[in-house]
């Protein structure tokens, strides 16, 4: 029996490497999902005095934009709202700020409030958070919700990738609201720019 080809061995070592690759991707998806799932659970019951507190002459916000968006805390880490985009399935609550360990627990506000129309969420590119974001359509609704109820609804307009040098980019240009997250290679950011289409729900 002769010796194994060396390009048989190499394609072997390879295809176990992607398995390996694609196995431990889909186990961090898992724990990711697992954790944003018990941050729901606890927001929403921290989440009931802060709804029960409604203000009695219309949102606050509309009186003063540039108040600071209510929070709610949970294990030290401060959530403004929830980001929801029913053509993907996705309910994702919100942190008020970011970091790279951050990241793998929740999206997080990158820049500007949702009652100024500035706001830029980012996230990673897990399945279960902004992986799918390439997916959306011109036309697609996403809607934030803050931790007072108040729920803002936006179209998709654009979408385009950023390199990660395209900082002044991603906060240029007239949008109400933007997603990004990085393409699979990291090379770029996948990037979604929205229009405001209802302001709140509770004013209807």
Not at 18 to 25: D, E, K, Q, T, V
Not at 82 to 104: A, C, M, Q, R, T
Request: glycine share 8%; with cysteine.
């Amino acid at each position: 029996m002769g010796k194994p080809n060396k390009f048989f061995i190499l394609g072997t070592i390879c295809i176990l490497g992607g398995i390996l690759l694609f196995s431990y991707n889909m186990l961090e998806d898992y724990q990711v999902g697992k954790r944003i799932d018990s941050v729901k659970e606890r927001l929403q019951k921290e989440n009931l005095d802060q709804v029960a507190d409604r203000e009695e002459e219309g949102p606050d916000y509309l009186k003063n934009p540039h108040m600071e968006m209510p929070v709610v805390v949970i294990d030290g880490k401060e959530y403004i709202g929830y980001v929801i985009i029913p053509s993907l399935g996705l309910e994702l609550p919100v942190l008020s700020s970011w970091s790279y360990e951050d990241l793998k627990i929740a999206p997080g506000r990158y820049e500007g409030s949702v009652y100024l129309n500035n706001m830029i969420l980012l996230a990673h590119n897990y399945q279960v958070h902004f992986g799918k974001l390439h997916q959306l359509e011109v036309g697609d609704i996403i809607r934030f919700k803050d931790m007072k109820d108040h729920t803002f609804d936006f179209s998709v307009e654009k979408k385009e990738e950023l390199t990660s040098i395209q900082v002044e980019d991603m906060v240029s240009g007239d949008w109400d609201f933007t997603l990004f997250t990085c393409t699979l290679g990291g090379e770029a950011r996948t990037t979604i720019r929205c229009k405001l289409i209802e302001k709140d729900e509770n004013l209807r």
